[in-house]
């Protein structure tokens, strides 16, 4: 059944129903969403070669009459979830009628399966990429990461011929939805509880700190952005180093003894690791004239050198009601996005700070690959280690960095041959969604992956014609009092904190003996330790408190200790000092 419209088009209104001798078939758009003959025969031979885990998030693409529904749930794992996804709105309808009818029919409300089958709303169905990505919130009861371990797609029909690229993109986004989650608890697990205790550290530093916010927005001269590739010292080799004067720097932590040893002037320096390793890149006093842009969760150590000042920010390294607590403190500070790499890092920042944008920002050393040998540019702590270590079997030269497993080939943008690995090719990827699109960001890098951005040579008269008509730029000198008011606030906190733990340990040893107000100890105790996942958001199974679980209770119960004396300390820090008698 066709209609015209007035422009003299047709268009199948509705889907139609086909019997054939083996069962329906669909027609639709003027094609046949399956085959004339055997509609069945084509999606169950596909589903039999198929092999479904348990926990495996199966995306049934464009499933229409669910031909091959009834294979699927009989060899699909346990914890599996089968979600029916339709972009056509027509289809949709006639896919949902069709499930409603085969759940009937089953007998269940998922038609007796042992795992969920259902279809996606159809107006959530456009924002599904961003809800697996976590980068939107969804109203349907969507399927938690840590109840999926992998993602497969199965085309049930032809329907997906009107809109596969939007198909593959949400198997794509699926798929890195759930490898993502699973990467960033085995992130968690090792480092989870050093960036809990950095955070709680560094909260007592904030009265002593200054306010990143007051430079955000003020500066009018170019920005540079150094990483610690090797791009940094193949541009300081070939740049006129007279042209810093007019620039704004700024490096990320690792790159600083390289900038010191070539006489640049470092404006800030931005600090995200959390690790003690990171320690030996402000040996020396590199960092002495520099005002430092140091995350919560960064090592505290480093936040505590004589510098110009200290300035902190807040990356989210981990979803949790105890950091959506924190951040709504009036002390706490200025919140950007968690982007991995402190190259990502220090150019969001860098942007951030110029006054509009029209202030162009460059960027180099921001590799994510390295050539043959060499990892980091010359003079990062990095290679000054193997330097000062190497000997007849262990050479200066870090050979197998490109051999490690997960290396790969690849070429660099200046064409030559250069190495990478799955983290830094995820950072450059990562880059290149982040700021693609951002208004005077430039590459003036002269190696490494390319980053997606307009690319300038630096060396030539034209880049220095260009930033002579700037004027010299300089960053006056700051030396931040204590706020006494933000001291007084955090001291509170910190001293609830404190007692709050103690009550955990309260309940935890002493049970029901402890009971008051008419409240059990299950309920208080998961009202305190949900509020603050510090305490087991490090644990393999720390993706999910379970006050039933007495194995993770009791785990809980010795980081109240640990993390007790980090609290402790941070309060003798901002107690008053008594007057001496």
């Given at each position: 059944m066709t209609t015209s419209n007035p422009g003299g088009e047709s268009r199948l209104e509705k889907p139609c129903l086909v019997e054939t001798s083996q069962g329906f078939s669909v027609s639709y758009k003027n094609r046949f969403l399956y085959s004339k003959y055997a509609p069945k025969r084509a999606i169950v031979q596909a589903v039999q070669s198929m092999t479904f885990l348990p926990n495996t998030l199966?995306?049934?693409a464009s499933p229409v009459l669910w031909h091959g529904l009834s294979e699927i749930l009989e060899k699909a794992g346990d914890g599996c979830i089968v979600l029916g996804i339709e972009t056509d709105r027509e289809l949709f309808r006639l896919a949902q009628s069709e499930l409603e009818k085969f759940k009937a029919e089953r007998g269940g409300a998922d038609g007796g399966a042992k795992c969920r089958v259902e279809m996606l709303p159809i107006d959530e169905i456009r924002r599904i990429v961003e809800i697996m990505t976590g980068k939107e919130k969804s109203k349907i009861?969507?399927?938690k990461p840590h109840t999926l371990k992998r993602a497969v797609m199965v085309e049930m029909s032809g329907g997906t011929a009107f809109d596969r690229d939007f198909y593959r993109e949400i198997a794509a986004a699926a798929e890195n939805a759930v490898a993502s989650f699973w990467k960033n608890r085995i992130t968690l697990t090792k480092l989870g509880r050093l960036f809990s205790k950095n955070l709680l550290d560094n909260i007592s530093s904030l009265p002593d700190a200054g306010n990143c916010k007051e430079f955000f927005g003020r500066i009018g001269n170019p920005i540079v952005v150094f990483g610690a590739g090797e791009g940094t010292q193949k541009l300081l080799d070939d740049i006129d180093r007279r042209i810093f004067e007019r620039l704004c720097v700024v490096a990320v932590d690792a790159a600083v003894p390289s900038l010191k040893?070539?006489?640049?002037?470092?404006?800030?320096?931005?600090a995200v690791e959390a690790q003690l390793a990171i320690e030996k890149a402000y040996i020396g006093g590199g960092a002495a004239d520099s005002i430092i842009f140091a995350d919560m969760a960064s090592r505290p150590a480093v936040t505590r050198h004589d510098n110009k000042g200290v300035c902190f920010f807040a990356s989210e390294f981990a979803d949790t009601n105890f950091f959506r607590r924190v951040t709504k403190e009036d002390f706490f500070?200025?919140?950007?996005?968690?982007l991995g790499s402190v190259g990502l890092t220090a150019t969001y920042l860098a942007l951030l700070l110029r006054k509009d944008q029209s202030v162009p920002v460059f960027v180099t050393g921001l590799d994510f690959s390295y050539s043959l040998g060499a990892t980091h540019t010359k003079g990062a702590p990095q290679t000054i280690q193997r330097q000062s270590t190497c000997d007849r079997l262990h050479p200066a030269e870090n050979y197998e960095?490109?051999?490690?497993?997960g290396a790969q080939r690849t070429v660099g943008k200046d064409g030559a041959a250069a190495f990478t690995d799955i983290a830094l090719y995820s950072y450059a990827r990562n880059f290149q969604a982040t700021f693609e699109g951002q208004r005077n960001l430039f590459d003036i890098g002269k190696s490494g992956l390319d980053l997606g951005l307009i690319k300038i040579d630096a060396s030539g008269s034209d880049f220095?014609?260009?930033?002579?008509n700037f004027p010299k730029f300089s960053l006056a000198k700051q030396k931040c009092g204590r706020n006494t008011e933000s001291a007084k606030k955090i001291l509170d906190f910190l001293e609830n904190e404190e007692k709050s733990l103690e009550r955990i340990k309260e309940l935890l040893i002493y049970g029901k003996d402890v009971e008051k107000c008419g409240r059990t100890v299950e309920s208080?105790?998961?009202e305190l330790i949900t509020d603050r996942e510090y305490l087991f958001?490090?644990?393999p199974d720390g993706h999910n408190f379970d006050a039933g679980n007495i194995s993770q209770l009791k785990r809980i119960r010795g980081e109240a200790d640990f993390f007790l004396k980090t609290i402790r300390n941070g309060i003798r820090r901002l107690r008053p000092t008594p007057p001496s008698p």
């Open positions: 199966i995306l049934c009861d969507f399927p040893a070539n006489g640049v002037r470092i404006d800030f320096i931005a500070p200025a919140v950007v996005p968690p960095a490109a051999f490690k497993a220095w014609n260009m930033m002579s208080e105790l998961g958001l490090h644990f």
